[in-house]
Structures are given as C-alpha cells and as structure tokens.
C-alpha cells in the first residue's frame, strides 16, 4: 500500500496523559473492563477510530473500538461473553448486558502477494492479515481515525498527524487516494459522512478523485450500502450528508431514479421535500425521538414514486392501483443498487399507498384509514408533502382538524368494560363455598 510519505510518521508521537484531555470518565465502563482485562493477560489493548477521535473533540463517541495483538481466538479466550463475527474481516463480540465491544486483532496493509484478494478493479475481497500496531495504524483510512488511546499509561499514539489534521479541521485519507478508493469504494462515502458529521474540510488530494471513482459503488454489495445509507441518514446531519453526497455525484449511485427526479424540478418540489424529510429526520435525533429506516425511505424514494403514479394515472389506472403500481417498479429497481430489508419496505409501501386514500373525507372512510396500523407515518408524511407544496394544504389541515375531534376523550378511556351477557337457557354454576378464613 503507497503511504503519502509527507504525512506519515516513521516513529510515532506519543501524547502523555497531562497533554491531552482523554478521561476515563468518558469511556464507558465495558470498553475500560476490555482494555484492562486484555492488558492483565498480557496483550496490547488501545481504544482505537471515531471513539478516540471523538472524545479528543470534546463529543461523546457513539461506540467504543478497540485494538488489540490477541488474535480474535485469544480474545474469546478472555471473555466468556465473546463472540466471533465475519468473514472479510474477523471480529470479536464482547457483550456487557446490552453494550457490545468490537475488538479487533491488528492487521497489516494489503500486500502484492496476496493478489487474490482482490477483484480486476483493486478492491479488497479479504483483509485477514494480522500485523503490528504500526501496520495496524497505516492501514486506515483517514488520519483522525488512526490515533490510539493506550490504557497502559493512558497516551494518545499519533502515526499520521492525526492530532495536527483534528486541530485544522481537515479530513485526509491515508495512502494515495485513487488505490485506496478502488480497495474500498464505500471510503468515499465515509469522506463525505465524516466531513458532514464532524464539520471537517476535505483535504485536496483525497477529494479530487471522489467524482470520477464514484460510479465504483456498483461493485459494493446492496446490503452493505444499506447500513452506510443509515449511518449517512440516520446519525444526526442528514441534511449536511445529502448535500456532500450530491457535491461528489455520489448520491446518484446511491439512489439512481432519486438523482434524476432532482435534476428534473419542478417548482422545487422534489427537492424541498427531500430536505424537509431530512431537516425532520435530524430534529428528531437532536430531541432524541426515534427514526424509522422506513420513513427515511419512503422520502428519498418518493419524487420518482410520485412522477410513476402520474404517468400510470393518465395511462388510466385508478390512484391507489397506479400508486401500487408505482411504489412496486421503484423499490424493484431500488434494491439493485441499495438493499431495503422487508421489514422496512413492506411499512413503506404502505405510507405511500395511503396517500392516496387520504382525499377521501366523506362517510366511513376517514375512520377506517384512521384505524389503519400505519395511518400516523401516513399523515406525517402527508404533512411534509404540504409543508413542501406538493400537496393540498386544506387536505392535510382537514385531517389535523378530524384527528382532534375524533380523538378519545378520558371518560372513554376510562369506561370499564361491558358485562358480558349469560346465554339464555344456560345453568348458572355455582361458586364453590368458601372456607371461614379466606
């Protein structure tokens, strides 16, 4: 692997204790009692990627990584609670209660002799090769990411001016940019994520190739880009995430019939409702409510879901067939480039298909749709589809207005169940007398 010379140091710059503001404090107590019972049996044991990185930023770390000489065999010999994972790379699971701690054995950079590991484009099929923390740390993928936090004498080991890059806000990847973007497509994702997230300037060198290797996404497995759509989508700056996405002509390889919809705009419509969908979604996790993939999806997808249901309309279909219909023929070309599990697609489909049955404000069937399992996620989105201008703002208000005077009121609540009736004819039994004293 070509490291740019420039930027990587030969011996490593060690950060004691009282020059950096690591506390254990604010590392939890799974990822302490790893690191410590690793180090008493006699292994290496560093807190290692985004947890360093971000406790060094003064953020609290979304999850705890650590990096160790064990071999993920040695490790499942310490912990009773570990389990091993993967196949591309080995991995051990130590479960406390509810919190997981990855550990992961150092690993060396690719080497020539193991061309087999790769595919005719350069990227990595296997990357089991163990090695020291020096390979461990050259390996990476941005500089931030490759200091490690040691808990023998709690320093911050810098290979790569790491600590220099955090200070000037710049995200630079490891190595020469074009060969590591070919090993591993989904770092261009992980550039535009982390400079979304953390606010960071993207350095030159690493930014130059991302539009002319963008279409390497294809070769990703789909269900793979399904976890990274969650993490660009789903972590809090979904908005910045989009636009860095769509800056890199990355967004297109993501969500192909989305990116042409939004070149097509009519009256900002398209685009409107996606950002109002993300600028939703990222309140939510500000406020700490919770996000469904479901109806993240059903927003990135619904432009091209929409303009189908149009043309399938004047081709004569009735609205809620045609948004069958429609909703059907997106997903299906969807998932060949980004996997959306049943369990989130079937509850999608069912936003959209309800949002043809909300014109319908006469009789019985507002409180049929109503009592609808999916109804509340229907009219949310019926909501932002008005607060976008694409749909009647007086519908969305009817709706407002009839959840209201519909709504149980506590004497409903509270009224006790009604006494089920004796059938007529039957013999009544009798209750078995009672012994003095119960």
């Not at 940019?177 to 060198?205: H, N, Q, S, W």
């Amino acid at each position: 692997m070509d490291i740019t010379k420039e930027k990587i140091i030969v011996e490593p710059v060690v950060i004691p204790r009282d020059q950096h503001c690591i506390s254990r404090a604010n590392i939890s107590q799974a990822a302490l009692k790893v690191l410590y019972r690793l180090k008493d049996a006699g292994f290496q044991a560093h807190l290692v990627g985004g947890g360093v990185r971000d406790l060094l930023l003064g953020r609290e770390p979304k999850d705890f990584d650590v990096a160790t000489d064990a071999t993920p065999e040695e490790v499942k010999s310490v912990f009773r609670s570990c389990r091993l994972i993967g196949r591309r790379f080995r991995l051990a699971h130590v479960r406390f209660g509810r919190e997981i701690i990855e550990v992961a054995t150092f690993r060396a950079g690719h080497r020539p002799e193991h061309a087999d590991h790769q595919t005719d484009t350069g990227m990595l099929l296997r990357d089991n090769v163990y090695g020291t923390i020096e390979d461990d740390a050259l390996r990476r993928d941005f500089t931030v990411n490759a200091l490690y936090y040691n808990i023998r004498d709690f320093s911050v080991i810098d290979y790569a001016s790491g600590m220099q890059d955090l200070r000037d806000g710049l995200l630079r990847l490891m190595g020469e940019p074009e060969t590591r973007y070919r090993e591993d497509p989904v770092r261009m994702l992980r550039a535009a994520r982390f400079a979304a997230k953390l606010g960071f300037r993207i350095e030159p060198r690493t930014e130059a190739p991302i539009p002319d290797l963008a279409g390497l996404l294809a070769d990703v497995p789909a269900a793979r880009l399904f976890e990274e759509v969650l993490k660009l989508f789903m972590s809090g700056h979904a908005v910045a995430s989009f636009e860095k996405l769509r800056q890199y002509g990355l967004f297109g390889e993501l969500f192909p019939d989305t990116e042409q919809a939004l070149a097509g705009q009519e009256q900002d419509f398209p685009h409107t409702l996606v950002l109002k969908g993300l600028e939703n979604t990222d309140r939510r996790v500000a406020e700490g409510k919770p996000v469904t993939p479901a109806f993240l999806f059903a927003v990135l997808l619904w432009e091209p879901v929409r303009l189908r249901w149009l043309d399938l309309q004047g081709e004569g279909m009735s609205p809620y067939t045609a948004l069958q219909v429609a909703g059907g023929d997106i997903l299906e070309r969807q998932l060949a480039r980004v996997s959306i599990p049943r369990r989130f697609s079937t509850p999608m489909r069912e936003i959209w298909t309800l949002q043809s049955r909300f014109a319908h404000t006469r009789g019985k069937r507002p409180h049929r749709l109503a009592a609808h399992p999916r109804f509340r996620a229907a009219y949310d989105f019926l909501l932002l589809r008005a607060e976008a201008g694409e749909a009647d703002g007086a519908l969305a208000g009817w709706w407002t207005d009839f959840q209201a005077e519909h709504a149980p009121g506590p004497a409903a609540e509270e009224a006790p169940a009604p006494r089920r009736r004796r059938r007529r004819g039957g013999r009544r039994r009798r209750k078995p007398a009672r012994a003095e004293g119960e």
